[in-house]
C-alpha cells in the first residue's frame, strides 16, 4: 500500500523513498511531460503548499492515485503468474526477510557465504549441503558488499572511525581464520581499501585504494599486508570489482564514460588488455571458471547471471530468473547463484548450460526509453570550468539549523533545535527540558567549537519553577518537603570534550569525558522575601561510555552491550553544594533472537549536611531517574535496580491514510525497586508491571512512539492505591 511504501515495515521489504521517488517522478513525466515536477514544485513554493496537493490541483493526480497509476504501470513489465525454474538450495523464509550474498567455494567442498536477515545481523555461514553453521559476524561492511576466500582464510574490509574526529574514517583490511574462528585487522588500520582479492597462490592480497581526491589505485600486498607494488589509474576511471590477481596482472571491471568494461592491468606497466566487449549496464561481482568469467548484468529489465567466453568472446545467459539473478559460483558442472524473489532471497542451482547468446546491449529502464534519456550520456555535458579556490569563511551562513530531536532520558523530557555551519566546525544547540522530578523548566543553549581537539563549548540555560524537595529554607536542619513558591535560576558555562570513536567490528562503542567551569545565580527571593539571592562558581565533570552490539532490524534492544554515565558537580566553597550519579544498563539476549533483557543498577549521592553538620546552601536540579509509579523522594543516597523484559508482539502494517502508520506492538514486563536513605528513616519502593508500546509513523514522515504503562505497587505505603497507570510519549524527530 502507499501508506506502507511511505512509512517502511518492519515485516516486508519495502524500497526506499528513492525508488519510490524514482518511479513516481519518471511515470509523472511520462504522462505529463517533462516540464511537469518544474510547475509543480514551483507552485508549491509560491503557494505555500503540499507537493501532493500542487501535482492534483495541475494534474488531477494526488500522492496516492500517481502511486497506484505508478504501480499499475509496472505490472505491465512482470508476468502475473512467476515461478522460478531452478531448484533452491537454500529456501527463502516468508516470515523473516532474508538475504543472501556471494557465495564462495571452500576447500572442503562446503559453500560459506554472507547472510542478513530481519531477526539476524550480518554474518557468514558455512552449508556443507544439509546444515548450516554459522562463522562470525563482521562489522560494517562496504555498500558494496564483498569478501573473498582462499585456503580456509577469509578477507574484507571494515569501516572503523578515526579515534578522535567523529567524520573521518577508514575501510581496512580484516582477516579470519575459519578453522581457529579468530579475526584479526591486517597491517595500518588507516586505509582507505575495497575490494580485497586473493592472488592464485593465497600469498598475495591485490585490492582498490581510494585517495583523498577519490583517485583509485591498484595495490599489490603481501600476505602481512605490506605494500608490493601500486599502480595509480588515470582520473575518470573507476574500478568497480577485481575478478582475478596473477602475480602482476590485475583482472578488473573498469568502468568509463558510463560503460563496464572487463579488462587487464599490467600493475608493473600500466599496461591494459581488453577481456571482453563494453556494457552499457553495471558488470556486477565477476568470478572466473575455467576460460570463461561468470557475473550479473542487466538483460532487458531482469539482472541475470551472464557467462564471457575468454576464447571466442561468446556471451551467453545462463539463468531466466523472475526477478534478479546475481553473485555467481561455479561447482562442478552446475551454477549457484542467488535469487531475488520478492519477499527475499533464495541460493539456487541449475546445470551449467546457457540459455541463449546475446550480444552487450542497453537495459531497458522503465520510462528512460520513453522518456529520451535513455542513450544519451551527460558525462561530455559536464563543465571543465576551472574555479578560483579561497578559503572558506567559518562564518558563512552561521549555525543554520539542520534538525530537531526529542530528548527523552527520564526525568528529563524535551526538544532540541541542532545547528551547523556548512563544514561543521561550529555546532549549536538550542534546548528546551522539562525535569518531571521537580516539575522545572529549562531553556538552554550551547555552542561548540569542533575544529580542535578537544572540543570546546560556551553555553547557558535559565530554569523556572525550581523545587529541590530537600529541605525548606532557610536550610534548617530538619529535613523535610520543599512545599513552598519555586525559584528561578540561571547557568552560565564553559568547558571542553574529549570524544574517543572506539567503534570496532560488530560493536559500536563511545567514550567521552567532559569538564565545565559554571557560574550560577539562583533567585531564592522569589521564594521568600527573607532570603538571599545565591550566586557561587561550580565544577563539573561527566564520563559517558557505551559498547553495544550492533541491532538487527527487528530487534528492539541490542542483545549485548553496557552504558554507563558517570556526573559529579560540585561548588569551589564546598559547603554550598554537591551531587554524585552514576546510571547504567547492561543488555542480555532474551529467549528468542528479537527478545531482550535489561539490567539498570543506578545510584546517587547528594548529602543534605556538610562536614560540620551544617546543611547544603543549594541543592542541584535532580536528573535521577524515579522509580516507576513513584515520585522520587529527597534522600542523601538513592539506589535503583530496574529488570526489563522486551519482546515484539505484532508488526500490523496498518494505519489511518495520511494520519498514521502503526509498524510494530511490543511489551516490555519490569521490575523496579528502589532504596532511599534520610536522616528521618529510610524508605523503599517496590513495583512491577508492562508496558505496550507502539512504533508508528505520524504523516508519513515521522517516527514515534507511544507507550502505555500498567504497574502494581508492591510496598506497604501504596497499600490504598497499588495499581497505576501512565501514557509514554517517546518523541518523534527528523
Same mark, same amino acid.
Given at each position: 500500500? =502507499?501508506?506502507?511504501?511511505?512509512?517502511?515495515?518492519?515485516?516486508?521489504?519495502?524500497?526506499?523513498?528513492?525508488?519510490?521517488?524514482?518511479?513516481? /517522478? !519518471?511515470?509523472?513525466?511520462?504522462?505529463?511531460?517533462?516540464?511537469?515536477?518544474?510547475?509543480?514544485?514551483?507552485?508549491?513554493?509560491?503557494?505555500?503548499?503540499?507537493?501532493?496537493?500542487?501535482?492534483?490541483?495541475?494534474?488531477?493526480?494526488?500522492?496516492?492515485?500517481?502511486?497506484?497509476?505508478?504501480?499499475?504501470?509496472?505490472?505491465?513489465?512482470?508476468?502475473?503468474?512467476?515461478?522460478?525454474?531452478?531448484?533452491?538450495?537454500?529456501? $527463502?523464509?516468508?516470515?523473516?526477510?532474508?538475504?543472501?550474498?556471494?557465495?564462495?567455494?571452500?576447500?572442503?567442498?562446503?559453500?560459506?557465504?554472507?547472510?542478513?536477515?530481519?531477526?539476524?545481523?550480518?554474518?557468514?555461514?558455512?552449508? &556443507?549441503?544439509?546444515?548450516?553453521?554459522?562463522?562470525?559476524?563482521?562489522?560494517?561492511?562496504?555498500?558494496?558488499?564483498?569478501?573473498? $576466500?582462499?585456503? +580456509?582464510?577469509?578477507?574484507?574490509?571494515?569501516?572503523?572511525?578515526?579515534?578522535?574526529?567523529? &567524520?573521518?574514517?577508514?575501510?581496512? $583490511?580484516?582477516?579470519?581464520?575459519?578453522?581457529?574462528?579468530?579475526?584479526?585487522?591486517?597491517?595500518?588500520?588507516?586505509?582507505?581499501?575495497?575490494?580485497?582479492?586473493?592472488?592464485?597462490?593465497?600469498?598475495?592480497?591485490?585490492?582498490?585504494?581510494?585517495?583523498?581526491? *577519490?583517485?583509485?589505485?591498484?595495490?599489490?600486498?603481501?600476505?602481512?599486508?605490506?605494500?608490493?607494488?601500486?599502480?595509480?589509474?588515470?582520473?575518470?576511471?573507476?574500478?568497480? #570489482?577485481?575478478?582475478?590477481?596473477?602475480? !602482476?596482472?590485475?583482472?578488473?571491471?573498469? &568502468?568509463?564514460?558510463?560503460?563496464?568494461?572487463?579488462?587487464?592491468?599490467?600493475?608493473? *606497466?600500466?599496461?591494459?588488455?581488453?577481456?571482453?566487449?563494453?556494457?552499457?549496464?553495471?558488470?556486477?561481482?565477476?568470478?572466473?571458471?575455467?576460460?570463461?568469467?561468470?557475473?550479473? *548484468?542487466?538483460?532487458?529489465?531482469?539482472?541475470?547471471?551472464?557467462?564471457?567466453?575468454?576464447?571466442?568472446?561468446?556471451?551467453?545467459?545462463?539463468?531466466?530468473?523472475?526477478?534478479?539473478?546475481?553473485?555467481?559460483?561455479?561447482?562442478?558442472?552446475?551454477?549457484?547463484?542467488?535469487?531475488?524473489?520478492?519477499?527475499?532471497?533464495?541460493?539456487?542451482?541449475?546445470?551449467?548450460?546457457?540459455?541463449?547468446?546475446?550480444?552487450?546491449?542497453?537495459?531497458?529502464?522503465?520510462?528512460?526509453?520513453?522518456?529520451?534519456?535513455?542513450?544519451?550520456?551527460?558525462?561530455?555535458?559536464?563543465?571543465?570550468?576551472?574555479?578560483?579556490?579561497?578559503?572558506?569563511?567559518?562564518?558563512?551562513?552561521?549555525?543554520?539549523?539542520?534538525?530537531?530531536?526529542?530528548?527523552?532520558?527520564?526525568?528529563?523530557?524535551?526538544?532540541?533545535?541542532?545547528?551547523?555551519?556548512?563544514? +561543521?566546525?561550529?555546532?549549536?544547540?538550542?534546548?528546551?527540558?522539562?525535569?518531571?522530578?521537580?516539575?522545572?523548566?529549562?531553556?538552554?543553549?550551547?555552542?561548540?567549537? @569542533?575544529?580542535?581537539?578537544?572540543?570546546?563549548?560556551?553555553?547557558?540555560?535559565?530554569?523556572?519553577?525550581?523545587?529541590?524537595?530537600?529541605?525548606?529554607?532557610?536550610?534548617?536542619?530538619?529535613?523535610?518537603? =520543599?512545599?513552598?513558591?519555586?525559584? %528561578?535560576?540561571?547557568?552560565?558555562? /564553559?568547558?571542553?570534550?574529549?570524544?574517543?570513536?572506539?567503534?570496532?567490528?560488530?560493536?559500536?562503542?563511545?567514550?567521552?569525558?567532559?569538564?565545565? +567551569?559554571?557560574?550560577?545565580? #539562583?533567585?531564592?527571593?522569589?521564594?521568600?522575601?527573607?532570603?538571599?539571592?545565591?550566586? =557561587?562558581?561550580?565544577?563539573?565533570?561527566?564520563?559517558?561510555?557505551?559498547?553495544?552490539?550492533?541491532? %538487527?532490524?527487528?530487534?528492539?534492544?541490542?542483545?549485548?552491550?553496557?552504558?554507563?554515565?558517570?556526573?559529579?558537580?560540585?561548588?569551589?566553597?564546598? %559547603?554550598?553544594?554537591?551531587?554524585?550519579?552514576?546510571?547504567?544498563?547492561?543488555?542480555?539476549?532474551?529467549?528468542?533472537?528479537?527478545?531482550?533483557? $535489561?539490567?539498570?543498577?543506578?545510584?546517587?549521592?547528594?548529602?543534605?549536611?556538610?562536614?560540620?553538620? *551544617?546543611?547544603?546552601?543549594?541543592?542541584?536540579?535532580?536528573?535521577?531517574?524515579?522509580?516507576?509509579?513513584?515520585?522520587?523522594?529527597?534522600?542523601?543516597?538513592?539506589?535503583?535496580?530496574?529488570?526489563?523484559?522486551?519482546?515484539?508482539?505484532?508488526?500490523?502494517?496498518?494505519?489511518?491514510?495520511?494520519?498514521?502508520?502503526?509498524?510494530?506492538?511490543?511489551?516490555? #514486563?519490569?521490575?523496579?525497586?528502589?532504596?532511599?536513605?534520610?536522616?528521618?528513616?529510610?524508605?523503599?519502593?517496590?513495583?512491577?508491571?508492562?508496558?505496550?508500546?507502539?512504533?508508528?509513523?505520524?504523516?508519513?514522515?515521522?517516527?514515534?512512539?507511544? +507507550?502505555?504503562?500498567?504497574?502494581?505497587?508492591?510496598?506497604?505505603?501504596? @497499600?490504598?492505591?497499588?495499581?497505576?497507570?501512565?501514557?509514554?510519549?517517546?518523541?518523534?524527530? =527528523?
Amino acid at each position: 500500500s =502507499f501508506e506502507k511504501m511511505r512509512s517502511g515495515s518492519f515485516k516486508d521489504p519495502v524500497p526506499s523513498h528513492y525508488v519510490l521517488g524514482y518511479h513516481m /517522478t !519518471s511515470y509523472m513525466e511520462m504522462v505529463k511531460g517533462t516540464l511537469a515536477w518544474d510547475k509543480i514544485t514551483n507552485r508549491s513554493i509560491k503557494k505555500y503548499g503540499l507537493i501532493s496537493r500542487s501535482a492534483k490541483k495541475l494534474y488531477g493526480l494526488n500522492n496516492r492515485e500517481l502511486y497506484a497509476a505508478t504501480i499499475s504501470h509496472l505490472d505491465d513489465y512482470f508476468e502475473e503468474d512467476i515461478h522460478p525454474k531452478d531448484s533452491a538450495l537454500l529456501n $527463502l523464509e516468508p516470515k523473516n526477510f532474508t538475504q543472501y550474498e556471494l557465495p564462495k567455494l571452500a576447500k572442503d567442498g562446503s559453500m560459506i557465504y554472507l547472510k542478513n536477515t530481519y531477526k539476524n545481523i550480518p554474518a557468514y555461514y558455512r552449508f &556443507n549441503g544439509k546444515e548450516e553453521e554459522k562463522i562470525f559476524e563482521p562489522g560494517i561492511l562496504h555498500s558494496e558488499h564483498w569478501f573473498d $576466500l582462499h585456503d +580456509g582464510k577469509l578477507i574484507w574490509t571494515e569501516f572503523i572511525p578515526n579515534l578522535i574526529w567523529e &567524520n573521518e574514517d577508514y575501510s581496512s $583490511l580484516k582477516i579470519l581464520d575459519i578453522e581457529s574462528g579468530k579475526a584479526s585487522y591486517l597491517g595500518n588500520k588507516k586505509n582507505k581499501f575495497f575490494y580485497p582479492k586473493w592472488d592464485v597462490n593465497g600469498d598475495k592480497i591485490g585490492l582498490i585504494e581510494l585517495g583523498e581526491n *577519490t583517485q583509485q589505485s591498484l595495490v599489490l600486498l603481501d600476505k602481512n599486508a605490506s605494500e608490493i607494488k601500486r599502480l595509480e589509474l588515470d582520473p575518470g576511471i573507476f574500478i568497480s #570489482a577485481i575478478v582475478k590477481v596473477d602475480g !602482476s596482472k590485475f583482472w578488473v571491471v573498469k &568502468n568509463i564514460d558510463e560503460q563496464s568494461q572487463l579488462v587487464e592491468y599490467g600493475i608493473n *606497466t600500466g599496461e591494459i588488455r581488453s577481456l571482453g566487449p563494453p556494457f552499457n549496464a553495471i558488470i556486477r561481482h565477476p568470478v572466473i571458471h575455467g576460460s570463461s568469467i561468470y557475473f550479473s *548484468t542487466t538483460v532487458g529489465i531482469r539482472e541475470q547471471i551472464v557467462r564471457l567466453n575468454l576464447e571466442d568472446q561468446e556471451l551467453e545467459v545462463m539463468t531466466d530468473a523472475p526477478f534478479r539473478a546475481i553473485d555467481p559460483l561455479v561447482k562442478d558442472d552446475e551454477l549457484i547463484y542467488i535469487s531475488y524473489e520478492g519477499i527475499g532471497y533464495t541460493i539456487r542451482k541449475k546445470a551449467l548450460i546457457p540459455i541463449e547468446n546475446i550480444l552487450p546491449q542497453e537495459p531497458i529502464i522503465a520510462f528512460y526509453d520513453s522518456l529520451g534519456r535513455g542513450k544519451k550520456s551527460i558525462i561530455n555535458d559536464v563543465p571543465t570550468t576551472q574555479h578560483i579556490t579561497s578559503p572558506f569563511k567559518k562564518s558563512k551562513e552561521f549555525l543554520q539549523i539542520h534538525s530537531w530531536v526529542p530528548q527523552v532520558i527520564p526525568p528529563n523530557f524535551g526538544i532540541s533545535l541542532l545547528l551547523a555551519n556548512k563544514m +561543521g566546525t561550529f555546532q549549536g544547540e538550542l534546548t528546551y527540558v522539562y525535569n518531571s522530578n521537580e516539575g522545572a523548566s529549562q531553556f538552554s543553549g550551547r555552542l561548540n567549537y @569542533a575544529q580542535i581537539y578537544p572540543k570546546l563549548f560556551v553555553g547557558a540555560s535559565h530554569t523556572l519553577n525550581r523545587n529541590a524537595n530537600k529541605v525548606e529554607p532557610p536550610f534548617d536542619q530538619v529535613p523535610g518537603f =520543599f512545599s513552598g513558591r519555586p525559584w %528561578s535560576e540561571t547557568d552560565v558555562n /564553559t568547558g571542553a570534550i574529549l570524544p574517543f570513536y572506539l567503534n570496532r567490528g560488530k560493536w559500536s562503542r563511545f567514550l567521552s569525558f567532559e569538564a565545565s +567551569g559554571h557560574y550560577l545565580m #539562583a533567585n531564592l527571593n522569589e521564594y521568600s522575601n527573607t532570603l538571599s539571592n545565591l550566586s =557561587f562558581p561550580y565544577l563539573k565533570g561527566r564520563l559517558i561510555f557505551y559498547n553495544l552490539k550492533r541491532r %538487527s532490524k527487528r530487534q528492539i534492544n541490542t542483545r549485548w552491550g553496557q552504558s554507563v554515565l558517570f556526573d559529579y558537580s560540585q561548588s569551589t566553597d564546598p %559547603s554550598i553544594a554537591s551531587q554524585f550519579y552514576f546510571l547504567s544498563t547492561f543488555y542480555f539476549p532474551g529467549l528468542f533472537k528479537t527478545h531482550s533483557f $535489561l539490567l539498570a543498577p543506578f545510584y546517587k549521592y547528594e548529602p543534605f549536611s556538610y562536614t560540620d553538620n *551544617t546543611n547544603y546552601q543549594y541543592f542541584f536540579l535532580d536528573a535521577y531517574p524515579s522509580n516507576y509509579g513513584y515520585d522520587r523522594p529527597a534522600a542523601e543516597n538513592s539506589y535503583r535496580i530496574l529488570a526489563k523484559y522486551t519482546m515484539p508482539l505484532w508488526y500490523p502494517d496498518i494505519g489511518v491514510t495520511g494520519l498514521a502508520f502503526f509498524k510494530r506492538l511490543y511489551a516490555s #514486563a519490569f521490575y523496579d525497586y528502589s532504596y532511599y536513605t534520610r536522616p528521618d528513616g529510610n524508605i523503599e519502593q517496590n513495583t512491577i508491571g508492562l508496558d505496550l508500546n507502539i512504533d508508528m509513523v505520524l504523516l508519513r514522515v515521522y517516527p514515534f512512539q507511544l +507507550g502505555f504503562r500498567g504497574f502494581y505497587r508492591l510496598d506497604n505505603a501504596a @497499600a490504598n492505591d497499588p495499581f497505576g497507570f501512565e501514557i509514554l510519549f517517546y518523541g518523534f524527530s =527528523f
